[in-house]
């Protein structure tokens, strides 16, 4: 668990930290030397029931809040101090509304150094503290007296705390690991250390982490939690890596350590966007502004998806378009500053890290926006699985970052609700599924009605109406589903819709009829086809699917492009063949040739698509019986 602080610069935050845990958090030369906080400190620190929490101590000077920003970003809850001299001033409530915006849910308030004031002052002071977070989370927690320097009210603030900390769910450890960087140093014989709050899933020592940037990979060489060496640290604590050949210079504040291909730097973010109603001033399209996320930083300027401008106290749709590429999920929450005057303007919710880019104003993005609001992860994978029309769960996973055994249960769910498909190992819609379906049929159709004699479509060909994605398992189990809903027929490598058969018109029946007798009657010296369509008047493709009927309607059989046989002289043919290799070892061209009494050409064609119909291997210049003969 992580414990925060907040509070007005010099209210007695650090200080307060150093009562509770011994600790004096302000570490830099120039913080000792100023007696201000300027970076983050952090401290362990032991609750009563032996737990150990993570305390982050902030500076309260305005000039220092994205230094506050960085540190706030994984607390579970917050210590909220207000010195008992001075009452509420304005960075309270600035720290006030950035964890409003961050919906940091939990925390206590603490006034302090109160052995510098009467009870007279302390209680007007009570009530003015009261009076500045009502309306807010902390309105209604039990206001802490304290004082660091007597440690007066100490021990029960301690006693609170462990009472609160009972209350704090535990991160998902099984979720992808995500650990903002707050802090990097190097250490002499060690190497690079970065520090910060996990804030999802588990590292452990010896594992690959991909750090962004620099983006690339490093093995964790040692990992400590509180100063000890671990062998694995999860969601809520605070952990120092020791990553094997990081270089100090690659990695900064507000890089993310992470579990290897899970997060990919964007420039592009859609999200819910909230204007403080204290902003002195509406929020006009695209305006640049600070924007803090984790504990990295950039320039946005914001494109206003729903609205002319964004009224103080109001909320819009936005797209943020970042000077620079962040890490960023789903869910994660950010604080926007002004220009001038640099003050907190306002935050939101990320509810789309790889966004498209977006225009104003477009209906179909605001709805869909809407949806993702709702945060539901279905609706995002459902979101995602149209946008890129199918995937295996491993990239799903990546793109959800969810664990896969996580994101499976929710696709199962999904597939008994009948809204997602698995089509070989491809995930899909089931909306998509069926309008590939209906692309399917709808070419099938096509086909039937362009070659109304032909039995059926090649898969392949109708395969090119689909994404190219959707090919091998995924294709065959497209076609299977269409089948078993009596859709359509498969026979080989063939398609036809459902009910249909090849009907020839009663003027084509009458040229069939024509063709079958040329066929039949010249026996072992047939006609070649292209000799044949002028004297019957017809145009060649017509004649051609005459053609390919018969041989459908297995009237005759196609040997080669040019040479077609009657069907009864081909069973002659192939009765020959067995004949001779019942009594014989093998044949050769001159023997076949001489028992059908015909050509050379033909006796060559014949074998040769025998040889393809495995009736026959050939050796040399033999032919022998083979499989199927
Ligand atoms: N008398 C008294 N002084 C305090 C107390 N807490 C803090 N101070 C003093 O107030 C000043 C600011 O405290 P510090 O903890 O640095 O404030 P921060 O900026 O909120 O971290 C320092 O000089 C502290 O010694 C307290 O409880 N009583
Ligand atoms: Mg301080």
Redesign the pocket.
């Known amino acids: 668990m992580i414990i925060g ?1 907040a ?13 509770l845990t011994g600790i004096d958090t ?1 570490r830099l030369k120039e913080e000792k030397k100023r ?3 300027i970076d983050l400190g952090f401290a362990p620190f032991l609750l009563p029931d032996g737990r150990l929490a993570g305390i982050v ?1 902030v ?3 305005e000039r220092f809040i994205h230094n506050m920003l960085a540190g706030v970003g994984g607390i579970d809850l917050v210590l909220m ?1 207000v ?1 008992a001299t001075e009452g509420v001033m304005p960075q309270t409530r600035e720290h006030l509304d950035i964890l409003e915006l961050l919906q940091i849910r939990k925390g206590l308030i603490v006034i ?5 004031a009467d009870a007279e002052w302390l209680e007007m002071v009570v009530e003015e503290v009261k009076e500045a977070f009502a309306g807010t989370f902390l309105a209604g927690s039990p206001v802490h007296l ?5 440690k007066q009210g100490i021990a029960e603030l301690k006693e609170a705390l462990a009472q609160l900390a009972e209350t704090v769910l535990a991160g998902d450890k099984s979720a992808p690991l995500r650990l903002p960087v707050d802090r990097v140093f190097s250490l002499s014989g060690f190497g690079t250390v970065v520090t910060g709050t996990i804030l999802k899933g588990t590292v452990k020592t010896g594992e690959t982490v991909e750090v962004t940037p620099p983006g690339r990979s490093f093995r964790v060489r040692g990992i400590q939690v509180h100063g000890e060496g671990v062998v694995e640290a999860s969601a809520g604590q605070r952990a120092a890596l020791n990553l094997a050949g990081l270089e100090k210079e690659g990695v900064v504040r507000g890089s993310v350590v992470a579990a290897p291909g899970y997060f990919h730097p964007t420039h592009r973010l859609d999200a819910k966007l909230k204007l403080l109603s204290t902003a002195p001033r509406p929020l006009t399209n695209m305006t640049p502004v600070h924007f803090y996320l984790g504990t990295a930083r950039a320039v946005a300027s914001l494109l206003l998806l729903g609205c002319e401008e964004l009224l103080p106290g109001r909320e819009s749709f936005v797209q943020c378009r970042l000077d620079k590429p962040l890490i960023a999920q789903r869910g994660d929450r950010f604080i926007i500053r002004s220009y001038s005057p640099v003050v907190t303007i306002g935050g939101g919710v990320v509810l789309d890290e790889r966004p498209l880019r977006h225009k104003r104003f477009r209906r179909g993005v605001l709805e869909r926006l809407q949806d993702l609001e709702k945060g539901d992860p279905l609706l995002f994978v459902l979101q995602k699985l149209a946008a890129i029309q199918g995937a295996p769960l491993s990239k799903l996973s990546q793109m959800m970052k969810m664990a896969p055994q996580q994101l499976a249960n929710l696709l199962q769910q999904a597939s008994r609700e009948g809204k997602v498909a698995l089509l070989g190992d491809l995930y899909v819609a089931t909306a998509q599924r069926e309008s590939w379906e209906i692309a399917i049929l709808k070419e099938l159709e096509r086909f039937h009605r362009e070659k109304p004699l032909l039995p059926g479509m090649p898969k392949v060909q109708a395969n090119r109406v689909l994404p190219r994605k959707i090919a091998g398992q995924a294709y065959d189990a497209l076609l299977e589903n269409l089948k078993e809903q009596g859709l359509l027929t498969i026979s080989g490598e063939l398609l036809a819709s459902r009910d249909f058969t090849p009907r020839p018109t009663a003027a084509q029946e009458k040229k069939l009829v024509e063709i079958e007798e040329l066929f039949k009657k010249n026996g072992l010296t047939p006609p070649a086809p292209k000799d044949l369509w002028a004297s019957l008047g017809l145009k060649k493709e017509e004649g051609e699917s005459l053609l390919d009927y018969l041989v459908y309607s297995r009237t005759l059989v196609k040997i080669t492009a040019d040479i077609y046989l009657y069907g009864e002289t081909y069973h002659h043919c192939l009765q020959v063949l067995k004949n001779h290799l019942q009594k014989n070892r093998s044949i050769n061209l001159g023997q076949y040739r001489d028992l059908l009494q015909t050509s050379r050409k033909y006796a060559q064609a014949l074998l040769e698509h025998f040889d393809s119909c495995k009736y026959t291997r050939r050796l040399g210049d033999e032919r022998v019986a083979w499989k199927l003969l």
């Open positions: 602080t509070g007005h610069v010099d209210h007695g935050k650090t200080e307060l930290i150093k009562a302000d007696g201000i906080s101590d500076p309260g000077h101090v010195d302090t150094k109160i052995d510098l304290v004082s660091a320097r007597t």
